[in-house]
Nanobody
Framework: QVQLVESGGGLVQAGGSLRLSCAASGGTFSTMGWFRQAPGKEREFVARISWSSRSAYYADSVKGRFTLSRDIAKNTVFLQMISLKPEDTAVYYC?????????????????WGQGTQVTVSS
């Protein structure tokens, strides 16, 4: 049974940092990524990583501030977030898929975590 378990969310002041983790079990995926959803808004792409090539891709809104990495041995991805802004406030969801070339649309991902809240105060 596939499970994605996120951790690391919390409350931080603007300019601060957080690191989110997503531990996967029950499968080794070709692509893992992060999405976020703020109240009243659609779920949006944040970042994704190819498990084999380690290539990471980011939304323009987080480039230069967020870094996605993975630990193969632990089947875990990490989202390091720095210089956080109030507009980064959202529930962050880990997503995964076995497909190759999976992109930035939520419907491309078959597996989702339960979400972790990130709140950035001004």
């Amino acid at each position: 049974q596939v499970q994605l378990v996120e951790s690391g969310g919390g409350l931080v002041q603007a300019g601060g940092s957080l690191r989110l983790s997503c531990a996967a079990s029950g499968g080794t995926f070709s692509t893992m990524g992060w999405f976020r959803q703020a109240p009243g808004k659609e779920r949006e792409f944040v970042a994704r990583i190819s498990w084999s090539s380690r290539s990471a891709y980011y939304a323009d809104s987080v480039k230069g501030r967020f870094t996605l990495s993975r630990d193969i041995a632990k089947n875990t991805v990490f989202l390091q977030m720095i210089s956080l802004k109030p507009e980064d406030t959202a529930v962050y969801y880990c997503a995964a898929d076995y497909g190759v070339g999976v992109g930035e649309r939520p419907r491309e991902y078959d597996y989702w975590g339960q979400g972790t809240q990130v709140t950035v105060s001004s």
